[in-house]
T-cell receptor, first 112, second 114 residues
Framework: AQSVTQPDIHITVSEGASLELRCNYS??????LFWYVQSPGQGLQLLLK??????LVQGIKGFEAEFKRSQSSFNLRKPSVHWSDAAEYFC??????????FGAGTRLTVKP | NAGVTQTPKFRILKIGQSMTLQCAQD?????MYWYRQDPGMGLKLIYY???????DKGEVPNGYNVSRSTTEDFPLRLELAAPSQTSVYFC?????????????FGPGTRLTVT
């Protein structure tokens, strides 16, 4: 079965600094990849997704992610972080019917 | 549209009690899902449904039951609650099925079993 690893449990960045959250997946074929964000006390909201085609995908709130097949990675980036970006971020891989696997999440703290 | 709604938001159960977590969606989605989220573990799929009257097990179904009598509602039943079921439960829905389907999540139910 597919799996997802998010190596960083917690990341702290200063407001205005750039951000990169790492995600590695394991799956035998081309995966469907997602990044979700969860604000405190809320459900998950989709930031962006990759199915095929251009390996650099743009999402909401100024986020982007790049699919690198050779590295089995789908890292999330943002050029300049805002205080409102503080949240938990989940990478997920979909494969097969209704089988989506989530990573353990990365908690982002933004320093003023 | 309200999207995906869940009730209650919080609940404390004693060991051995039972309860039903409610989930409803108003987006006319055929596909609905129940996940549990444990600290540091991400989300794990408990059960899912591909339409009214059709349900199937996910990765961690033991100790839970579901039913789907209407398109809108997908309740999750806990029988004989155990401390291991302390978790945050999320319901989700999607318009289509398959690996690429975007799922829409409810706000969650925080359950504590003591």
């Amino acid at each position: 079965a597919q799996s997802v690893t998010q190596p960083d449990i917690h990341i702290t960045v200063s407001e205005g600094a750039s951000l990169e959250l790492r995600c590695n997946y394991s799956y035998g074929a081309t995966p469907y990849l997602f990044w979700y964000v969860q604000s405190p006390g809320q459900g998950l909201q989709l930031l962006l997704k990759y199915f095929s085609g251009d390996t650099l995908v743009q999402g909401i709130k100024g986020f982007e992610a790049e699919f690198k097949r050779s590295q089995s990675s789908f890292n999330l980036r943002k050029p300049s972080v805002h205080w409102s970006d503080a949240a938990e971020y989940f990478c997920a891989v979909g494969a097969g019917n209704n089988d989506m696997r989530f990573g353990a999440g990365t908690r982002l703290t933004v320093k003023p | 549209n309200a999207g995906v709604t869940q009730t209650p938001k919080f609940r404390i159960l004693k060991i051995g009690q039972s309860m039903t977590l409610q989930c409803a969606q108003d987006m006319n989605h055929n596909y609905m899902y129940w996940y549990r989220q444990d600290p540091g573990m991400g989300l794990k799929l408990i059960y899912y449904s591909v339409g009214a009257g059709i349900t199937d097990k996910g990765e961690v179904p033991n100790g839970y039951n579901v039913s789907r009598s209407t398109t809108e509602d997908f309740p999750l039943r806990l029988e004989l609650a155990a401390p291991s079921q302390t978790s945050v439960y999320f319901c989700a829905s999607s318009y289509s099925s398959g690996a690429g389907a975007e799922q829409y999540f409810g706000p969650g139910t925080r359950l504590t079993v003591t």
